[in-house]
């Protein structure tokens, strides 16, 4: 399977825990998304890497969110002291950049779906 | 800032006939237009995509029909099929950057 890859699926949690999601992205991709999208309501950019440099936050990204990109490769968004305002679907995409000119295609995967109870 | 209005929020059709989504944008610099659909439990997937210089682009059964004055792009569907039956966003963004999403239409193709 060569497309974007996030685990876990379901992530079940109670308020005031962390949580951590996985992201592994089409391997020749070298950009990196985070959306989350709520019920009805179409997806909302989080933030997204080039590489392993993150180069954009949206200011929905609270500070007790935190993503990674180590190695470029897969990437991990970390949730601390959950909130019930947390649950939602966690999407990852990933794109090519093809140099000037190019357009964004990014490829999504199935998503982390979090409930914070 | 919505960026991208979408409508109708659901639309419902009958087997063989034309789904029309329509959306408007503000952001005159957005130069790529793509439409995703999105199957409950999945993440979206690109269905097809247009740049401001055309104004319409088919695939398929598929057609974006793009009005760059008005600020307006739309998706039709020819011979709606049950299988279509999905939730339609339409999106913009600029170049390599965030992809901003409408609010999304779910589709019913009845038999």
């Known amino acids: 399977d060569t497309g974007v890859s996030q685990d876990p699926r379901h992530k079940i949690t109670k308020r005031g825990q962390n949580v951590t999601f996985r992201c592994d992205p089409i391997?020749?991709?070298?950009?990196l998304y985070w959306y989350r999208q709520t019920l009805g309501q179409g997806p909302e950019f989080l933030t997204y890497?080039?590489?392993?440099?993150?180069?954009?936050k949206s200011r929905l990204l609270s500070d007790r969110f935190s993503a990674e990109r180590p190695k470029g490769s897969f990437s991990t968004l970390e949730i601390q002291r959950t909130e019930q305002g947390d649950s939602a679907m966690y999407l990852c995409?990933?794109?090519?950049?093809?140099?000037?000119?190019?357009?964004?295609?990014?490829?999504f995967g199935p998503g982390t779906r979090l409930t914070v109870l | 800032q919505q960026q991208v209005k979408q409508s109708p929020q659901s639309l419902i059709v009958q087997k063989g006939g034309i789904s029309i989504i329509n959306c408007a944008y503000e952001?005159?610099?957005?130069?790529?237009f793509p439409w995703y659909q999105q199957f409950p439990g999945k993440g979206p997937a690109l269905l097809i995509a247009?740049?401001?210089?055309?104004s319409e682009k088919k695939e398929g059964r598929f057609t974006i029909s793009f009005n760059k004055s008005a600020k307006q792009f739309s998706l039709h569907i020819m011979d709606s099929q049950p299988g279509d039956s999905a939730t339609y966003f339409c999106?913009?963004?600029?170049?390599?950057?965030?992809?901003?999403f409408g609010t999304g239409t779910k589709l019913q193709v009845i038999p």
């Open positions: 995409a990933s794109s090519l950049a093809a140099g000037l000119g190019s357009y964004n295609e990014q490829f």
């Open positions: 890497f080039q590489n392993e440099a993150q180069l954009e």
């Open positions: 247009i740049r401001p210089d055309v």
């Open positions: 999106a913009a963004s600029l170049g390599y950057q965030k992809v901003t």
């Open positions: 952001n005159t610099a957005f130069d790529y």
């Open positions: 391997s020749e991709h070298n950009r």
